[in-house]
C-alpha cells in the first residue's frame, strides 16, 4: 500500500514533468521493444488500476532500486487509477534511474527484475513511443508562447530623503536683488537710475532646516524590452543657502540637490517623469515622452550622480550645459559599438518644480514645442578602458524671456532670461539698462570624464563652454554676447570603509564670466570668481538605508570677492525601495 501511495503522489505533479524526463532519461541499457509489437487493442484503452500487474511489478521496482520519489514532504496525496500514459511516464522515469545506477555500479540486473522490466516495456511500448512526439509537440507549443506572450507588468520602486540642514557665513554677504524679504525662489533683480545691479546685503544666518524629498517610480514594461516611467516626486525643503544666493540662482550653491520641495508648492505632489523607451533595433533605443528627464541620457557621470555621489546642485551636474530639465520630446539612443555611444535628443521645457503660468513652454499654445524655451543636445561616449569614460556634447539652445526686471522703487521695467531654465546664464540677463531682451539663444560645447586609476580611487571632471546672443528688445540699443565658462574637478573613493560605499570630494567654478558682464543684472557681481567645495560621503548601513553628510563651502558667494565664506552642513538620511 505504501508504495502505491509513492506511484500515485508522484504521478499527481504535473504531466509534462514527467513527460520532460522522457526526453532526459536517455535509457541506453534496457531498451524498448521494437515497433512491430502487438498489443490488445481494448486493454490499450483501460487505466491502469492499483490491483494491475503492471502497477504492482513497477511497485516492486521502485522498492527495490528507489526509482521514483515522493512529494519532497512525505504527505500523502490519493490512491487512484493512472491513464495508460500517466504510467508509460512513470516507468520511463523508473527504467532511467535503474540505467544510471547500472552504469554507476557496473552490476547486472536480476534476471527476474530483467523478465518484468521487458514485459512491462512490451506491455506498454506504443505509450512510450508516443511520449516523446508529445513532450517535443509541448515544447514546442510552450516556445511559441514564450516568444510571442508577455504580462503586463508594472514595478514600483522609491526613494525618500530627509535632509538636516543648516548655514552660516563668515561675513555680511552681498546679494544681487531688489528685494531681500520676497520669497527666496522669487528674488527678482533690477538696476537703479545709474543703470548699475541692485544690490542688497544678508547679515544674518538662516536657521536650520529638517526637510523631506521623496521620488516613487512606476515601471510598466508591456513587452519585456520595452518601458514606460512614470515619476511622481513631492517634497518640502527650501535650503538654507537660498538665504544667500543673488536673483536667478535659486537651488543652485550650497544646497543638497534632495533638499527642495519638487513641485511649485511645499507638499504638493507632481509628475516628474513621464516617457516611454523602447528599441528601434538591436543598436538603437527611442525614448519619447511628455516629460523627459534630459540629466537621465547627457551630463551624466557616476562619481556626481546625486544619489551616490557629489550632492550639490552645482557639483551634481555641469552649471550652464543646458536650460531644459525637464521637458517634452524625444532622445535617440545609439549604441555604436562596445567603446562608443552617441545620443542626440530634443525637449521643449516643461519642468515640474516651476508654475506652469510663467514656464512649461511647451504646453503653453502660444509658445508650443518650438516657440519656448527648448534644447537640441548630442553627446558623444567614449570608453577607452571599463574604468574610463569621457563624454562631449553640444547643445544649441533657447531661454524665453520670462524673468520680470524692477527698479529700485519696485516698478517693472522689462524682462529677462534667466533663473532655473536660464542656462547657460547663470543669473540674470537683461539689455544692460532693465529693459526687455528676446528669447535667448546659445551655443555650449561640454566635457565630461570619469576615471579610476587606481583600486577605490578615480578622478572625475567637467569643462563647459558657453556663448549666449542678446538682443534687446529696443532696437536703439545694442546687442552682444555674453561669453562664459564653468569647470569641475574632483577625487572619488569607491568602497571608502565599507563595499559599495563612495566618498567624493569636488570643486567647482559655477560660473566664469568672460566677456559680456554688461548684460548681467545678476550674475556678475564685482568681478570676483565664485569657488565652491564640497566633500560628500555616501555610507550604505545596509541594502535599504543609507547616511550621507556633506560639506559645502563657498567662497566669494555670487561673483563678490569682498563677500564672506558660506559654509553648509548637511546630513541626509536616504531609504530606498
Not at 502505491?4 to 536517455?26: D, E, H, P, R
Not at 544667500?244 to 537651488?251: E, I, P
Given at each position: ?131 516523446a512526439t508529445r513532450v517535443d509537440n509541448l515544447e514546442n507549443r510552450v516556445a511559441a508562447i514564450e516568444e510571442t506572450q508577455f504580462s503586463t507588468t508594472t514595478k514600483l520602486s522609491g526613494n525618500v530623503y530627509m535632509n538636516l540642514t543648516g548655514a552660516t557665513a563668515s561675513d555680511d554677504i552681498l546679494v544681487e536683488t531688489n528685494d531681500l524679504d520676497a520669497p527666496l525662489n522669487l528674488r527678482r533683480a533690477g ?387
Amino acid at each position: 500500500m505504501k508504495n502505491n501511495q509513492t506511484i500515485s503522489k508522484f504521478l499527481s505533479q504535473k504531466l509534462i514533468c514527467s513527460f520532460a524526463l522522457l526526453v532526459t532519461s536517455g535509457v541506453t541499457i534496457i531498451s524498448p521493444l521494437p515497433a512491430k509489437a502487438q498489443v490488445n487493442s481494448v486493454y490499450q484503452l483501460s487505466d491502469v488500476e492499483p490491483t494491475d500487474w503492471a502497477f504492482e511489478a513497477l511497485r516492486s521496482l521502485i522498492e527495490r532500486y528507489g526509482c521514483i520519489s515522493g512529494y519532497p514532504d512525505g504527505t500523502y496525496r490519493g490512491n487512484r487509477a493512472l491513464s495508460r500514459y500517466e504510467f508509460a511516464a512513470a516507468l520511463n522515469s523508473c527504467l532511467g534511474s535503474i540505467n544510471q545506477m547500472i552504469l554507476n555500479q557496473d552490476q547486472p540486473l536480476p534476471e527476474s527484475d530483467s523478465a518484468t522490466i521487458e514485459r512491462l516495456q512490451r506491455d506498454f511500448s506504443q505509450e512510450l513511443s508516443q511520449l516523446a512526439t508529445r513532450v517535443d509537440n509541448l515544447e514546442n507549443r510552450v516556445a511559441a508562447i514564450e516568444e510571442t506572450q508577455f504580462s503586463t507588468t508594472t514595478k514600483l520602486s522609491g526613494n525618500v530623503y530627509m535632509n538636516l540642514t543648516g548655514a552660516t557665513a563668515s561675513d555680511d554677504i552681498l546679494v544681487e536683488t531688489n528685494d531681500l524679504d520676497a520669497p527666496l525662489n522669487l528674488r527678482r533683480a533690477g538696476r537703479d537710475s545709474s543703470g548699475d545691479p541692485l544690490v542688497q546685503t544678508e547679515t544674518d544666518d538662516p536657521e536650520i532646516t529638517f526637510s523631506y524629498y521623496t521620488l516613487l517610480n512606476f515601471n510598466t514594461s508591456f513587452s519585456g524590452r520595452d518601458r514606460l516611467v512614470t515619476q511622481f516626486a513631492v517634497g518640502n525643503g527650501t535650503s538654507p543657502a537660498n538665504s544667500f544666493v543673488s536673483a536667478g540662482l535659486f537651488n543652485t550653491f550650497g544646497t543638497p540637490f534632495t533638499d527642495q520641495t519638487g513641485a511649485p508648492n511645499a507638499g504638493q505632489v507632481t509628475v516628474r517623469e513621464l516617457f516611454y523607451s523602447f528599441p528601434v533595433n538591436e543598436k538603437l533605443q527611442a525614448v519619447v515622452g511628455a516629460r523627459v528627464n534630459w540629466y537621465r541620457y547627457f551630463d551624466g557621470n557616476s562619481y556626481t550622480f546625486f544619489l551616490r555621489g557629489a550632492s550639490s546642485y552645482n557639483a551634481s551636474g555641469g552649471t550652464l550645459a543646458n536650460p531644459v530639465d525637464r521637458g517634452a520630446g524625444a532622445v535617440l539612443l545609439w549604441d555604436i559599438n562596445d567603446k562608443l555611444g552617441f545620443n542626440v535628443g530634443y525637449l521643449g521645457e516643461n519642468t515640474e518644480f516651476l508654475p506652469s503660468a510663467f514656464f512649461n513652454t511647451v504646453s503653453d499654445a502660444d509658445e508650443g514645442l518650438f516657440d519656448g524655451t527648448w534644447s537640441a543636445t548630442a553627446q558623444l561616449t567614449y570608453d577607452p578602458s571599463p574604468k574610463t569614460t569621457i563624454r562631449l556634447f553640444y547643445t544649441r539652445s533657447q531661454s524665453d524671456n520670462n524673468v520680470p526686471l524692477f527698479d529700485q522703487n519696485g516698478n517693472l521695467t522689462g524682462f529677462g532670461v534667466g533663473g532655473a531654465v536660464g542656462e547657460p546664464i547663470y543669473g540674470v540677463a537683461d539689455d544692460g539698462f532693465g529693459g526687455t531682451i528676446d528669447p535667448t539663444q546659445a551655443n555650449t560645447i561640454g566635457l565630461n570624464f570619469e576615471w579610476e586609476f587606481a583600486r577605490n580611487l578615480g578622478l572625475f571632471g567637467r569643462y563647459t563652454y558657453a556663448t549666449a546672443d542678446i538682443d534687446p528688445e529696443n532696437q536703439t540699443r545694442s546687442g552682444g554676447d555674453i561669453n562664459m565658462q564653468a569647470f569641475q574637478l574632483g577625487l572619488a573613493f569607491p568602497n571608502l570603509g565599507k563595499e559599495g560605499a563612495l566618498g567624493t570630494f569636488s570643486f567647482v567654478v559655477p560660473f566664469d564670466v568672460l566677456d559680456g558682464e554688461e548684460f548681467l543684472v545678476s550674475g556678475a557681481g564685482d568681478g570676483g570668481t565664485q569657488l565652491d567645495f564640497e566633500a560628500t560621503y555616501y555610507y550604505p548601513v545596509n541594502d535599504n538605508f543609507a547616511l550621507v553628510p556633506a560639506v559645502y563651502v563657498i567662497a566669494n558667494p555670487n561673483n563678490f570677492e569682498d563677500n564672506g565664506t558660506i559654509f553648509v552642513g548637511n546630513l541626509r538620511m536616504q531609504f530606498s525601495f
